[in-house]
């Protein structure tokens, strides 16, 4: 399933790319984390626990930084499995600067579900999806915020 959006910070381009392209920071904006290591620039881990009811769904996704052209465009695969769903996600974003101190942010992710949380299908797993990366977002932007 595709999801995509658009967003403005208050903050110049190379703020966002800087909070952006550091593992340890994206790490920090997602929801759900309990552990985090980066094995290199461009390969890390985490174990994120996903709200999905009961208990919620642990994961263990493997992230790649798969390309990426300072301070304009990123692309990043995530992998994730755990008991009952495997999760492979592609996301990309392009940051504008619109104005000296705002920047505009377009982003895509494609994200498929394997197992019996895929099962629950697109009309139930794209609300939980867009409300994580608001979530993301929002987080985001209050770390640009705090400078």
Do not use: Y
């Not at 798969?66 to 492979?88: C, D, H, Q, W, Y």
Request: hydrophobic share 45%; charged share 25%; proline share 5%.
């Amino acid at each position: 399933m595709k999801v995509e959006g658009t967003r403005e910070f208050a903050a110049p381009a190379q703020s966002v790319w800087d909070v952006l392209n550091d593992p340890a920071s994206i790490a920090s904006l997602l929801p759900g984390v309990a552990s985090f290591e980066i094995a290199d620039d461009t390969h890390w881990s985490a174990r994120i626990k996903v709200p999905l009811g009961m208990g919620g769904l642990k994961l263990k996704f493997a992230f790649e930084k798969l390309e990426e052209r300072p301070i304009e465009f990123a692309r990043l695969s995530a992998k994730g499995t755990g008991v009952g769903a495997m999760v492979n996600m592609d996301t990309s974003f392009t940051l504008s600067p619109s104005g000296e101190a705002t920047t505009h942010m377009a982003w895509e992710a494609d994200v498929r579900v394997a197992g019996p949380v895929g099962a629950m299908g697109q009309r139930v797993l794209e609300p939980i999806i867009r409300s994580k990366v608001d979530d993301v977002m929002t987080a985001l932007d209050e770390r640009l915020a705090a400078g």
